[in-house]
């Protein structure tokens, strides 16, 4: 079992910056890989950037890219999505997920077994 965590929602003016956290517990020292997705009211979920167990390799929603960086620190078991030039539309509740034993960090949702609760962005016009 894994657990996770998020934290560092908020709101925030559009243009501006926010830090989100993931805290996993439970199955720590396997190589999973993680994501972030975020559901919108009323939009399905989706994917918004990945990372491989080790860092090396990450994926980015379009959306996204350029503006969001996914980081990770495997010895606090803590993954991170900074996120830089907010604007409205990425007003959405961010949730970080979990992909057991995966070195590919996939963007689809079906791959990650376990989910956190969700943090709410929102970023005001």
């Known amino acids: 079992q894994v657990q996770l965590v998020e934290s560092g929602g908020g709101l925030v003016q559009a243009g501006g910056s926010l830090r989100l956290s993931c805290a996993a517990s439970?199955?720590?020292?396997?190589?999973?890989?993680m994501a972030w997705f975020r559901q919108a009211p009323g939009k399905e979920r989706e994917f918004v950037a990945a990372i491989s167990w080790g860092g090396g390799s990450t994926n980015y929603a379009d959306s996204v890219k350029g503006r969001f960086t996914i980081s990770r620190d495997n010895a606090k078991n803590m993954v991170y999505l900074k996120m830089n030039s907010l604007k409205p539309e990425d007003t959405a509740v961010y949730y970080c997920a979990a992909d057991l034993g995966s070195p590919y960090p996939t963007r689809m949702a079906y791959e990650y077994e376990y989910w956190g609760q969700g943090t709410q962005v929102t970023v005001s016009s």
């Open positions: 439970g199955r720590t020292g396997s190589k999973d890989a």
